[in-house]
């Protein structure tokens, strides 16, 4: 059997919220995590955007975003304002964005646990995207684990974004889920109630639907020999065999609610 494809990035998109009406402390921000296995170093870069997300019809936009980058136990690794500050490291790669007020970082990480927190700089209203790309595909560590936090409505949807690809051939065996009740045990304690997860192709296409994830009869007991059952059953879960491309997840509010949820990404291959 060829070996598999793998993680190579994630894009994450969601609304912000100002400073000022955010009274839990997390509805102006969204935060982006990763995991890292393996034993060697990996290269990575890391983006915020904001303004050049206008010219997807998208408004209003985050007019200067602000990115840090926190190890496993909440310390800041590295900070970006503007990714000019970091020029010629991030244009070499072909990923520098481009708005000069966006945020990027180039740097290389131990294998572990990993997040990025991106934020308006003065504290306004928009929609951002995270973003984090794996510059050393060849490497033995890999992104095993891709996750994203943020707040849904029933106007505004959290959207994750990966790409399978990579020097193996064989597909990718990921669960995909999205969290909302559970994130209460971390002290989100606005969370939203009852999450809905769709995954598409990089077409539209409809790869899979989930409310409910033990209503996925052919999945659930697959799902809980992983450990990656989610612990309440109104949250969801799809497992998916998926070839090399670009996959979109999206998580939804019932009408009526709201809250934050957590869209994720498990690489079983790894």
Do not use: C
């Not at 995954?199 to 809980?224: C, E, H, I, K």
């Not at 090399?244 to 998580?251: F, P």
């Amino acid at each position: 059997e060829p070996p598999p494809a793998q993680l190579l990035n994630i894009s994450s998109r969601a609304l912000l919220s100002k400073t000022t009406d955010d009274a839990f402390g997390d509805r102006a921000v969204i935060i982006g995590g990763f995991i890292v296995s393996g034993s060697v170093q990996k290269e990575i870069v890391v983006r915020g955007l904001g303004p050049s997300l206008e010219k997807f019809g998208l408004d209003p936009v985050l007019p200067d975003p602000v990115l840090e980058l926190h190890a496993s136990d909440g310390s800041v690794i590295a900070s970006n304002d503007n990714w000019t500050e970091n020029r010629a490291g991030i244009a070499a790669t072909g990923l520098a964005p481009e708005d000069e007020r966006e945020a990027a970082l180039r740097t290389m990480v131990a294998p572990g646990t990993y997040t990025v927190v991106v934020k308006e700089k003065a504290g306004l209203a928009g929609h951002g995207l995270v973003e984090i790309y794996d510059l050393s595909q060849s490497t033995t560590s890999k992104l095993v684990n891709i996750s994203t936090r943020g707040f849904a409505d029933s106007n505004t949807v959290l959207v994750g974004g990966v790409i399978v690809g990579g020097s193996g051939q064989g597909n990718d065996e990921v669960v995909v889920r999205a969290l909302g009740p559970q994130l209460r045990r971390y002290g989100v304690l606005n969370a939203l109630d009852d999450p809905t997860l769709e995954v598409r192709d990089a077409n539209g296409g409809l790869l899979g639907y989930n409310d409910n994830w033990n209503s996925n009869t052919s999945d659930t007991a697959w799902l809980s020999s992983t450990g990656l059952a989610p612990f309440n059953n109104s949250e969801s879960a799809i497992l998916l065999s998926l070839p090399r491309g670009s996959y979109t997840a999206i998580v939804r509010a019932k009408p009526n609610g709201g809250g934050v949820a957590l869209v994720e990404f498990y690489d079983l291959r790894r």
